[in-house]
């Protein structure tokens, strides 16, 4: 297998730096996330110069290109310090365009052809978190309607989108690969109620609760097929784990490039502190982790191009990335010293973003759960 990049993706990432330095400098990141909003000119940057609808199929108006080109853009935003939070439609959308019917399409690229994310995810609740069996909102039907009822929980964006893709149970089926259905909702429904959540990081994209009361929907608005729902939303969990994998390693390898420069120039004892030998050994294991994420990501993504199952290396890379990334930045902070731990240092938001990567798209604990039964049914 071959990890070389291709001219055509040495010159799409050299195209996608120039747009970052021209459209996405580090005090415009800073401000948005001191503000706490979305960077809505930077994502429509990137429809604009090409980028927002790489991996979205040529019938949608957009780009065809294979997965391991989408994790090189994703892993080159973070890497240059951009927001992580952008970038997503490819991995979003595929769930909507395989199972949507063609009026959710529609309105779904239009949000996307303006750089809007058209819709948040609504499956993580109270109770059903790793656990996504446990989903307790109900779906039932009365006089021709369907009405929706329960709770939502670390809803992303849930205050912007305008739509909520939101899974739902019938009370009726005992069968739970049976009883889940997928929603396509308005956020502006009658009886939702949202309120935002107040995080140690991800300051760009809002997290909220959603409250759902007797929301009216109607049998149009079913995404897929009825009791499918389960299924349809295991479709893509090996690529987002892919796609949280990519990030974590872009995110790493800013933080460590902006530690060792910074090594090389500060002086302690009358010598660069990148002479001392404690200060080597960190940079050398950090260098090494970065080595090994980078590794597993890409083989991970050609194994699953060529069609060999990812169940267990989707797993273990996310688990090793999301670990390892976290070392990494907090190495990084250390190597900085005081000047890392103050919002002048784009490490701290580094820092404070990762974190959630060991549980977001699945748990470390989950991930090992994931790889470790499925590592003893190969050799029984």
Not at 20 to 49: H, I, S
Request: net charge negative; charged share 25%; hydrophobic share 35%.
């Amino acid at each position: 297998m071959d990890f070389k990049k291709s001219e055509e993706q040495e010159l799409l990432l050299e195209s996608l730096k120039e747009l970052m330095e021209r459209e996405c400098p580090e005090d415009y990141v800073r401000r948005c996330d001191e503000e706490g909003r979305f960077p809505v000119e930077f994502a429509k940057a990137l429809v604009d110069n090409g980028f927002g609808l790489l991996g979205v199929p040529e019938e949608y108006g957009g780009t065809p290109v294979d997965l391991l080109t989408l994790l090189l853009v994703k892993e080159e935003i973070a890497k240059n310090g951009g927001p992580i939070n952008v970038f997503t439609q490819a991995f979003q959308l595929d769930n909507m365009l395989t199972y949507g019917s063609e009026e959710q399409k529609k309105i779904t690229m239009h949000y996307v052809k303006q750089g809007q994310v058209p819709f948040c995810i609504g499956f993580t609740e109270p109770q059903a978190g790793s656990d996504t069996s446990a989903i307790q909102t109900t779906y039932t039907r009365r006089n021709g309607k369907v009405y929706l009822n329960g709770h939502k929980t670390f809803i992303s964006g849930a205050l912007t989108n305008p739509y909520l893709l939101c899974m739902a149970r019938n009370c009726d089926e005992t069968d739970k690969t049976k009883a889940f259905t997928m929603w396509w909702v308005p956020m502006s429904a009658p009886g939702i109620k949202v309120e935002q959540l107040h995080k140690i990081g991800w300051h760009m994209l809002e997290t909220c609760e959603i409250y759902l009361e007797n929301v009216e929907v109607e049998e149009k608005d079913i995404v897929g097929q009825e009791g499918h729902g389960f299924l349809q939303l295991m479709k893509n969990f090996e690529t987002e784990r892919l796609l949280m994998a990519a990030t974590i390693l872009g995110m790493a390898e800013c933080a460590f490039e902006d530690a060792v420069r910074y090594a090389n120039q500060r002086v302690q004892f009358g010598k660069p502190i990148g002479t001392f030998q404690l200060i080597q050994e960190k940079i050398t294991y950090m260098a090494l982790k970065i080595e090994n994420m980078r590794n597993l990501i890409y083989k991970t993504a050609w194994e699953k191009e060529n069609g060999i199952s990812t169940q267990i290396t989707s797993a273990l890379t996310k688990l090793y990335c999301a670990q390892s990334g976290n070392e990494i930045i907090d190495d990084a902070l250390q190597i900085m010293g005081g000047i890392g731990y103050t919002n002048d240092c784009r490490i701290s938001r580094l820092w404070r973003d990762a974190r959630n990567y060991r549980i977001g798209g699945g748990t470390d604990q989950v991930m090992i759960h994931i790889a470790g039964r499925n590592i003893l049914k190969k050799y029984r």
